[in-house]
């Protein structure tokens, strides 16, 4: 649908201000005829936290998001008092001279657009009525200049929209990037520019001129910054001579690797380790509100993995030991847990100790801290962190937030242009439900792993059932197979291993499960069951095959 042939007529506009923990129920329809009536919030101020139909999204100021009429929403703030601006309107399709009511723009609903606050702030203005804390009523001229801003808000929001759908055809890029995520597997190789270019589909001065297009390097250039990037932890972390690590790294000469190494860092390899081992402290707080001192730049990290592993790797971090003796083939990363000791199935002190750690990190509270503070400096995450919060705060903590937040825009812009791809798949609002059968054993998906994806990214809402275990704070539970219809969404997500995933479809209750929504339940491999920041990027490249394989 275009924009161009819509008609917005805006029905009530007001400020509001969010103190710790405000509620705004959306827009009351009059009747059971406005359907159309939908409703777009604008965050004026930092740290609001909108709960859509109890889900949670994270608003940065200048965010807006459009709420559809069946959905409900709750606002609150982080920092004692925020404020938001909310336009109430219903969309009409324009034919000939007659006006058609339709749903919404065509916007993505229920996902926040990160529009610039400065652009936002100048569309809005800064009348005095605008600061009040409520503005139930407006006069004809002052509805009048609103309804042309609102059109003007939703029109960026279209842009942004046309923005990551214009980069999505560009299709020398897409196979570029391609050809990227397969150095960073594979920086190792005896790689060349030809080979490169032959995967991309390019002649060689055609494929190089388009790279650094998009990197700013040459691929030969770039090749090298991965290696010795690469370098750098090997040297930290391991007494290996140079020509092994040089070899390690996929480079044949250890003294090519030597210049090239001080040509980037401005050290030889070895005054390089020396310095790291002289490194200062800083002070990190913890959310048991410790005050934590941990080495500036710590290299010989150790985490526990499940809700942190994922995010270190996304930042450039590969810590020495990760409690991976779970994850192993089970990870659709699992080719980067390679040079990663594996510290058993939790955070085991002895194994540990072996590792002589500058930096230990977790996702939860383990009995054993006091002993692994005693091996080095150890941070506990909040377990109450979604993804974006975590990779925030674990960025931070390494000083490498400009790494998150273009991770995080990256994908934001993922969703947008995936959630496009399958706009006549599936429809904003339809309930899920997420099931995984590990052996006999049958468990539903609370707001954790594959169905994060689902709820906070794809639209989909939880069944009626499986909300209330979201409301109760459970990751998942464990049902008997006769429940399994008990949870059933619109749409349904069933997860196995691979050894169980060509026969689980064939299990009594599945396939009953499977004739309750016909077209409508997929079966995938349990490596999408992970909420980190690999799984979830990849999985969006994945989902438009997901989608073709139905039941």
């Known amino acids: 649908m275009n924009f161009a042939c819509l008609y917005t007529r805006l029905q009530h506009y007001d400020s509001f201000q969010v103190n710790q923990q405000t509620a705004a129920m959306s827009y009351k329809k009059r009747n059971d005829t ?43 703030s982080s920092t004692g008092e925020a404020q938001l601006a909310r336009f109430t309107f219903e969309t009409f399709e324009v034919k000939g001279r007659a006006l058609h009511p339709v749903a919404h723009p065509p916007l993505l609903c229920g996902y926040p657009y990160r529009l610039l606050y400065s652009q936002v702030k100048q569309v809005l203005g800064n009348e005095v009525w605008m600061k009040n804390q409520f503005c139930s009523s407006l006069s004809s001229s002052e509805m009048a200049m609103m309804q042309g801003r609102l059109q003007l808000i939703l029109g960026m929001m279209g842009q942004l929209d046309q923005q990551a759908i214009d980069f999505q055809n560009e299709e020398k890029t897409k196979m570029i990037q391609h050809t990227i995520q397969y150095m960073e597997q594979h920086y190792d190789e005896d790689l060349t520019v030809e080979q490169l270019a032959n995967m991309a589909g390019m002649v060689r001065w055609q494929y190089s001129q388009q790279f650094k297009m998009l990197t700013g390097k040459k691929p030969t250039d770039y090749l090298v910054h991965l290696r010795i990037n690469q370098a750098k932890e090997l040297l930290c972390n391991s007494t290996e ?53 941990v080495p500036q730049d710590a290299t010989r990290i150790v985490t526990d993995g499940k809700h942190t592993l994922g995010e270190l790797l996304v930042l450039g971090i590969s810590p020495i030991g990760a409690a991976i003796s779970i994850m192993k083939d089970n990870v659709i990363y699992h080719n980067k847990l390679r040079n990663i000791q594996s510290i058993g199935y939790w955070a085991d002190p002895d194994k540990i100790a072996q590792l002589q750690p500058e930096f230990i990190l977790l996702s939860y509270y383990p ?3 006091q002993e692994l503070n005693a091996l080095a400096p150890t941070v506990v995450l909040d377990k109450k962190f979604r993804l974006f919060e975590r990779l ?134 349990a490596i999408w069951n992970y909420d980190d920041p690999i799984t979830r990027g990849r999985l969006l490249e994945e989902l438009p095959n997901i989608f073709k394989r139905m039941i």
């Open 34 to 76: 406005e359907t159309n009536l939908c409703t777009l919030l604008i965050a004026l101020s930092h740290g609001i936290r909108l709960y859509v139909d109890k889900i949670a999204i994270d608003l940065r100021q200048g965010s807006c998001i459009l709420v559809l009429p069946v959905q409900r929403y709750t606002v609150e």
């Open 241 to 293: 001579p140079l020509n092994k690590i040089a070899l390690q790294i996929g480079f044949k000469d250890e003294y090519y690797f030597s210049r090239c190494f001080h040509k980037l860092t401005g050290n030889t390899p070895r005054e390089y380790a020396n310095i790291q081992l002289h490194t200062q402290q800083r002070t990190v707080i913890d959310s048991l509100g410790r005050k934590i001192l």
């Open 367 to 369: 009995k054993d801290l």
């Open 392 to 525: 925030r705060y674990i960025a931070k903590l390494f000083e490498r937030s400009k790494a998150a937040e273009k991770w995080i825009t990256t994908y934001e812009d993922k969703v947008r242009l995936v959630r496009r791809q399958l706009a006549d798949v599936y429809v904003t609002g339809e309930t899920a439900t997420v099931y995984l059968k590990l052996g006999e054993k049958l468990y539903i998906m609370g707001m954790n792993g594959l169905a994060s994806s689902l709820y906070e990214s794809l639209g989909f809402r939880p069944s009626e059932k499986v909300m209330h275990l979201i409301e109760e704070g459970e990751a998942w539970i464990e049902i008997q197979h006769q429940q399994i219809s008990h949870y059933a969404g619109d749409r349904n997500f069933v997860l196995a291993s691979r050894k169980e995933l060509h026969t689980v479809s064939h299990c009594p209750h599945i396939s009953a499960l499977a004739e309750l929504s016909p077209g409508k339940t997929h079966f995938l491999d």
